[in-house]
């Protein structure tokens, strides 16, 4: 086992079969940084295009087509003290008649972030004032490269991850990836130091990071969307549009994993989730929405 330090010297607007920057074995530990949504560093200064440039792809020794790659995210630090975003709704997630009411999309508002704080730096309004609200840093477009060759726009989210923003992929959480290319060719980026439920104004509080993640590799194990745990939940993402399509991704992948990996019945599993399943909203701005299924640990055997 190797902990890594990678410094990136160019990003990938696509997650795709791109060449290596670095091969690393199942258990080990890579200490690299990412860029903002805009392409800027962790010193404010654009050094790629957007959207959401990716850092990698980190090839994984041994993975091969049906394996499940597992990522542990060890430590999401931001790496500067300004991080930006829109203060408007996207359209799409209000009704018609409300939209003439949105602020301009042109509009950015940027934070400062330190002592575990995100303030605004311009009061908004004067009820919310600089508004100062915990950070909680998370990573919004990661993923795998997909099948077939493809290389798919980090503005969206398929079966290989991708442009999720789910605000539950923290620091201590474990991700599984299907694989579906030799080597696994995992990216990361698009930090967001703090971001709502579903990035309803299409953006977080964009930011710059320094990122710990380590990898493992389950053989032979087949998975057809990305997984996730954390200490309380076990969760899997659905990535598709219209909504109904990703609650089906999500919901059928948990009912394969509950089986898969405690052995239950079709029919257990089925009555388990009826009674006990839970539902978050991740990327509800971009091409595909985000589906996120959840089922309480206190539920499932140890």
Known sequence: MTTHHFTPDHYHNTIGSHPPVLHIAPGDTVI??????WGMDDTEKKVTDGPNPMTGPFYIDGAEVGDTLVVHIDRLTPNRITGWGRPGLAQNVVDPAAVPTLPSRDLTIYWDVAAGTATLRQPIGGKLGKFPLPINPMIGCFGVAPADGQA????TSAEH???????GFVEGVTVYFPVFQAGAL??????????????????????????????????????????????????????????????????????????QRYG?????????????????VGNMFDPAY???????????PE
């Open 32 to 37: 690299t940084t990412t860029v903002d949504a």
């Open 161 to 167: 991850g991708g442009n999720m923003d789910y605000n």
């Open 152 to 155: 798919i726009s980090t503005a």
């Open 264 to 280: 239950y019945s079709a029919a257990e599993a089925n009555f388990l989730m009826g009674f006990v399943v839970e539902y978050e």
């Open 290 to 300: 985000t589906m996120i299924c959840k089922i309480p640990k206190r539920y499932l």
């Open 186 to 259: 995992f990216h990361l980026g698009d930090g967001h130091a703090l971001q709502g439920d579903g990035e309803m104004s299409g953006t977080g509080v964009e930011i710059s990071f320094e990122v710990q993640f380590t990898v493992e590799l389950l053989k032979g194990v087949k998975s057809g969307w990305p997984r996730g745990e954390n200490d309380e939940y076990l969760f899997t993402a659905g990535n598709a549009r219209p909504l109904d399509q990703c609650v089906q991704n999500a919901t059928t992948e948990m009912l394969t994993w509950l089986q």
